[in-house]
Nanobody, 120 residues
Framework: QVQLVESGGGSVRAGGSLSLSCTVSGTDINLDTMVWYRQPPGKGRELVASVTTGGVTKYEDSVQGRAFISRNNPKKSVLLQMSNLKPDDTAVYYC??????????????WGQGTQVTVSS
């Protein structure tokens, strides 16, 4: 059974930092692009960052310069480090995977996510 477990969220003040972690079980991620999405309150899920099998990273404009995504294939994990957090970063954060490098189609079952709350 494929399972994604996100952790590391919390409540922080604006300007603070958090490190989010995602562990995947039940499948291999070696050939997948790993991604982080987030869902702000009352809004739809949006892409945050991606990292390909070769380590190429991309970030959405909203987090550019404040986020760093990395992966550890043997541990089947992906990290998202965020700094200089803003209230607009408040959301539930989820990880997932794309089969093709830039398909932008998440295909794994969604985990429960991890809540990030940033106060001003």
């Amino acid at each position: 059974q494929v399972q994604l477990v996100e952790s590391g969220g919390g409540s922080v003040r604006a300007g603070g930092s958090l490190s989010l972690s995602c562990t995947v079980s039940g499948t291999d991620i070696n050939l997948d692009t790993m991604v982080w999405y987030r869902q702000p309150p009352g809004k739809g899920r949006e892409l945050v960052a991606s990292v390909t099998t070769g380590g190429v990273t991309k970030y959405e404009d909203s987090v550019q310069g404040r986020a760093f995504i990395s992966r550890n294939n043997p541990k089947k994990s992906v990290l998202l480090q965020m700094s200089n957090l803003k209230p607009d970063d408040t959301a539930v954060y989820y990880c997932n995977a794309w089969r093709a490098a830039y398909s932008r189609v998440p295909y794994l079952p969604w985990g429960q996510g991890t809540q990030v709350t940033v106060s001003s």
